[in-house]
């Protein structure tokens, strides 16, 4: 990854406020040089999709930020409608606005482009070379990946409230737990509804999560109620706040086996209870076999809904070979969602490096991975690679997660031995 720095041609002018404009709205980077200037052919053959840019006008004395994205097109010479004249442009992801980039507090004291004096120009940032570069570049690689984050995010929310329930699947490590809870926090903040969070175990049953026969003593004698447990009493919450959403997060989904815990209600999933549609517009309501007797008597009511405003995400660990799998009936109810490991959420050098060591494991010319599986199912996830705030070091973690893991892959058959061995002496190999 290369850090790039364009000084854009938008001084005060008829075209200026145009110009700005476009950065901010088509997120792509200009430079009006063609492929017969120096700085045109750069922009045309050196930088690489997968770079940063960083559109910042004149010299750090009074440096004007625009934007700042992930390149993700080559160049383009082409005039667009919404732009003054012909200009050669890339596309850019994760964008960085201008707030957020006068926000972050960038120091460009003594970096390399300091001579930028010149519009339109490009320079590029030597963070090997600079210490004042890699300040910078650190901090733009930073803002690029916690928008990236963000985007992943709201991508995530988009398809929840399409489809209404998902499951984040992905192997041990890689934080899945931890984005369904972001993913929730972002859909009920301010007040704007609830979030609940269980986790299923084999012994999980319908009447565990859905409705039940409950014993309870009253005045000496046993009485028997029915009561409605985690899922029906949500979802009646969420239909009784049709306003508000509400999200129910279930841990390890595919631990317990998903057609006995549910039962009908794998109908009820795809046909959600909408309170703005008429009674001939609704689907049917399903039926449990458990009827809740009405307060003022008569007959038990039976009827289950899930209302459109309960959204449900699940978890679910793909290396786990002893969890049930699920039918194609509940996969075609959920969306799933690959959640994979990812060495820019690691923080420290070391980290990445232990990372890399590990994932070379898992593919690459020295791969011991069997061919049943597919890395992104297995790969150990970045959290292993975390130093965490109980002071636990990279070392113990090696240690004590990341070879017994590795070990327990071997004993399953997900990682094969190798010739004398070589599988093991790699584990044992390793070291932080």
Known sequence: MNYWVISPNVNAGPN????????????????????????????????????????????????????????????????????PTWAQNRRLANVVATQDLQAAGLDFTDCAYLRAGRIPALYALYPQANQNDKRVCDQLYQLILAKSKEQMRENIANLLKAKHQIILQGPPGTGKTRLSKQLAADLTANGRGESKLIQFHPAYAYEDFVRGIVAEVKDGAVAYTVQNK?????????????????????????????AAVLGELIYALEYRFDKNKSESEREADVESPYGITPTAGGQPNRTLRLPTNLLIIGTMNTADRSAASLDYAIRRRFAFVEVEPSES???????????????????????????EFRKEDVQPGHSYFMEVANGLSLADRLRY????????????????????????????????
């Open 401 to 432: 997660e990341i070879k017994p893991l590795l070990r327990e892959y071997l004993r399953d058959g997900i990682l094969l031995p190798g010739f004398d061995k070589a599988t093991e002496k790699a584990i044992n190999a390793l070291s932080a």
């Open 230 to 258: 985690v899922l029906a009493e949500f979802a009646a919450q969420a239909e009784a706040h049709s306003d508000q959403t509400f999200v129910l997060i279930i841990d390890e989904i595919n631990r317990a086996n998903l």
């Open 345 to 371: 959420a690691i923080e420290s050098e070391a980290g990445k490096v232990l990372f890399r060591k590990v994932a070379a494991l898992f593919d690459g010319p020295n791969s011991c991975l069997s061919p």
């Open 16 to 83: 200026e406020e145009a110009w700005k404009e476009a950065f901010l709205t088509t997120h792509r980077a200009f430079i009006g040089w063609g492929t017969d200037a120096q700085h045109g052919l750069t922009f045309a053959k050196n930088i690489e999709i997968g770079d940063i840019i960083l559109v910042a006008k004149g010299p750090n004395s009074n440096k004007r930020l625009l934007i700042c994205g992930l390149v993700v097109s080559d160049a383009q010479g082409e005039h667009l409608a919404d732009t």
